[in-house]
């Protein structure tokens, strides 16, 4: 570590870096300080359950309200409370907004989607921070460094050409796609074969190339003919790829394969590369788990003269402790201090890392004056800037049962049952049908020609998904569908969304109480001059339409069942719609990064907090402006970005 003065209590400490949390942003972190020779402390909420639903790559849905993983966020989509929404919980206040508390996190839960997302998100940093390490050429590096790619493979010309620049000591030549092959992450993408041996399935494939040629012009024919020779290929090409390099420079909007963290037919996470740096160095990493981190420790008071540093964390241990479980604990934790050497670094997502420095007398002045709270630093961005996705769901019947389908539960077995045939499979051999997300195709769309990037990725899944809802993945609240083989939902994700006006704000000083949470959709953000958004979800939403006539036209789809045509025929019923019924699942930006004169930010291009010493934040909450398409893989990517960071401003 840097010879700097530690503080006496600083002395005893046996860590050089506490990280608190250890999903998306401060899992791969950990590992890589780890292995680059520092003594790291993971402290994680959550304990080290990963059930069956979480290793199985089809069972995402049922992990995200498994009891042993699950924290239930119930939050707000606009301060109107005359909104209607049909997923609205009378009894918590709120929409259910799944995260998970274990290690791993909601990575643990997550549909393992994994696409790298446009150059310009990061682009867009090094131009607000003048930083150009945040550049987007810079910044593909780390996606190539943490993927191991098992769906492309490198050619023997590139292996060899490789080897000889190995041997004239010249660094390797990146691959045309920029794919990684060595990396923590594996990548894989479902076999779209397997789509072609259920006709129903094949016929909504085939009906969204059609929509695709018909939106792009007779110049895409060349295009969907390769595709459609490809399926029966040996090979899945690169130009379908949405993590190809020069594909995405070339020709962004598309069909294209869905790439998803999946190794062995299993899901594949920081979980895997955490516990594989702890048994290579039991030494350097020590986790922590079923410790809530309640405080920061500085070393001094507020109020007294100097920058605050940073020293240490105060914890409650105990199972079930943040009131965010399903059965939160009515035992209080034994509560107790543990001190670094070095950092302490926040990675719990975008709730839990503005809450954690509220409670440390990190925020905005007003708010923490008002809870009693002791200013340490007045910083009003924390907990402002919340941004997500607006996602929106058609669903429809098909003619047939999905014969892929067939005497499926897509779930565990009840107590007692045997498996299904697609599970018993998956535990025998993993391989089948389990070993998918459920993705069937997506297509990537621009909502106007005019932008630089595609803004809307459509996708389409078999069964009923409109949101999430207590017991939506059981469909318990919709008990008739529950056991229907042929719905389809087609699904429309909004990306890079205008509206920057969501809040995290603290209910009150107890460390185990959830943060208020609104997002202030729509006409209540900062949107709803230019409705840019709701322009955009209406387009992927008429999209999604045009495929469906063209199925309905080839006899395979009956008709609509959410919503229902007759009340969606006109454009404004169908913005009240989208109103009414989006949601979003990527919470991000409550910590944003910063211009030195921005008074809204909270941190430095290097991930430090302003105002005090040896804090940083690395998660889904740093980001200025919501990236990318999936933010998993943006925020895996700031990880491996803070790891050299870190690693440079503390070598050993």
């Keep these: 570590m840097r010879n700097t003065a530690l503080h006496p209590k600083q002395h005893a400490a046996e860590h050089d870096f506490i990280i608190i949390g250890s999903g998306a942003g401060g899992g791969p972190l950990a590992a890589n300080l780890a292995r680059n020779g520092f003594r790291v402390l993971v402290l994680e909420a959550g304990g080290w359950d990963e059930p069956e639903v979480a290793q199985v790559p089809a069972f995402h849905p049922h992990a995200s309200e498994h009891p042993d993983l699950s924290w239930e966020f119930f939050v707000k989509h606009y301060a109107n409370p005359n909104q209607p929404d049909s997923k609205w919980d009378n009894t918590r206040n709120g929409i259910f907004y799944p995260r998970a508390a274990t290690v791993g996190g909601c990575t643990l839960h997550n549909a393992m989607i994994t696409i790298c997302g446009p150059s310009g998100d990061w682009d867009e940093i090094a131009q607000i921070t003048k930083d150009n390490s945040w550049s987007g050429e810079r910044m593909r590096s780390y996606f190539e460094r943490l993927e191991h790619c098992d769906y492309l493979h490198k050619s023997f010309f590139e292996k060899l050409w490789n080897k000889i620049r190995y041997i004239l000591g010249i660094a390797p ?12 992450l594996h990548t894989a993408v479902a076999d779209p074969k397997l789509g072609m041996k259920d006709e129903q399935l094949a016929g909504e494939i085939l009906s969204a190339l059609l ?62 590369y955490l516990l594989q740096v702890q048994n290579e160095y039991p030494e350097r990493l020590t986790i922590w788990t079923e410790t809530l981190v309640t405080e920061i420790i500085f070393d001094r008071e507020s109020g007294e003269a100097g920058e605050p540093t940073a020293i240490g964390v105060r914890f409650l241990r105990g199972k079930h402790l943040y009131k965010a479980h399903p059965e939160p604990s009515s035992i209080a934790g034994t509560s107790g201090e543990v001190y670094c050497r070095g950092e302490v670094i926040l990675c719990g997502g975008a709730y839990n890392t503005p809450q954690l420095l509220k409670l440390s007398g990190i925020g905005p002045k007003t708010e923490l004056e008002n809870l009693q709270i002791k200013v340490r630093v ?61 993705v069937i195709v997506g297509i990537l769309k621009k909502s106007r020609p005019e932008l630089p990037a595609p803004d809307l990725f459509i996708f389409a899944v078999p069964g009923f998904f409109k949101g999430y809802y207590k017991g939506y993945s059981e469909d318990r609240a919709n008990p008739d569908l529950a056991s229907k083989h042929n719905l389809l939902t087609w699904l429309v994700m909004k990306a890079h969304t205008k509206n920057r006006a969501g809040t995290v704000t603290l209910r009150s000083t107890d460390p185990g109480d959830v943060p208020e949470i609104n997002f202030h959709y729509f006409y209540e953000g900062t949107d709803r001059d230019k409705d840019e958004d709701l322009d955009a979800l209406v387009e992927g939403f008429n999209f999604i339409r045009k495929i469906n006539r063209i199925a309905k036209e080839r006899g395979a789809v ?35 990064i910063g211009a030195d004169g921005d008074p809204m930010a909270v941190l430095d291009s290097r991930f430090r907090v302003r105002g005090v010493r040896n804090l940083r934040v690395v998660d889904a909450s740093v980001f200025p402006r919501i990236p990318g398409i999936f933010i998993v893989t943006n925020v895996y990517m700031i990880s491996e970005k803070a790891s050299d960071v870190i690693a440079e401003d503390n070598r050993i």
């Design 173 to 184: 030549r990146p691959s045309r796609g920029r794919h990684g092959y060595h990396g923590w």
């Design 558 to 592: 009956k008709g609509e069942i959410w919503p229902r045509p007759d009340d969606n025929q006109d454009e404004a019923t169908i913005r009240d719609f989208i109103m009414r019924e989006a949601w979003g699942h990527h919470a991000s930006c409550s910590c944003p």
């Design 211 to 272: 929509a695709t040629l018909i939106d792009q012009g007779t110049g895409a024919i060349a295009t969907i003919e390769s595709f459609i020779m490809d399926l029966f290929g040996d090979k899945v090409m690169s130009r379908f790829d949405p993590n190809d390099w020069e594909t995405m420079k070339r020709r962004p909007e598309g069909v294209m394969l869905v790439p998803i963290a999946v190794r062995n037919g299993q899901r594949n996470s920081p979980r895997d």
């Design 378 to 438: 007045d910083l009003p961005g924390v907990g402002a800037n919340l941004q997500d996705r607006y996602e929106i769901a058609v669903i429809s019947e098909v003619e047939k049962d999905f014969v892929l389908l067939k005497n499926l539960a897509m779930g565990e077995p009840a107590p007692g049952q045997p498996p299904d045939a697609a599970l018993k499979e998956w535990r025998e051999n993993k391989t089948g049908l389990y070993t998918s997300n459920a």
